[in-house]
């Protein structure tokens, strides 16, 4: 689904690659800023996938 990419690109990646770029500079607030951000983004991003699912099951109930 489209919510899995877009938190991905949105919210995962961004922060991952603060943390890594400026490794070892970054104040520790910074740090844990960008990774609530992240884990936002992987519990919206699996929370996508499981409505995605759960609508594919629902419809494929209704088809036969």
């Known amino acids: 689904s489209g ?3 877009s938190s991905v690109l949105a919210f995962i990646l961004p922060g991952i690659f603060h943390i890594k770029l ?3 500079t ?3 607030m ?3 800023k960008d990774v609530v951000i992240v884990i936002t983004g992987v ?3 699996l929370t996508s996938v499981v409505y995605s699912v759960k609508e594919i099951v629902d419809i494929s109930r209704n088809v036969r």
Do not use: A, M, R, S
């Open 30 to 32: 910074v740090i844990v």
């Open 43 to 45: 519990v919206g991003g």
């Open 26 to 28: 970054l104040p520790t």
């Open 22 to 24: 400026d490794n070892g």
């Open 3 to 5: 919510g899995i990419g």
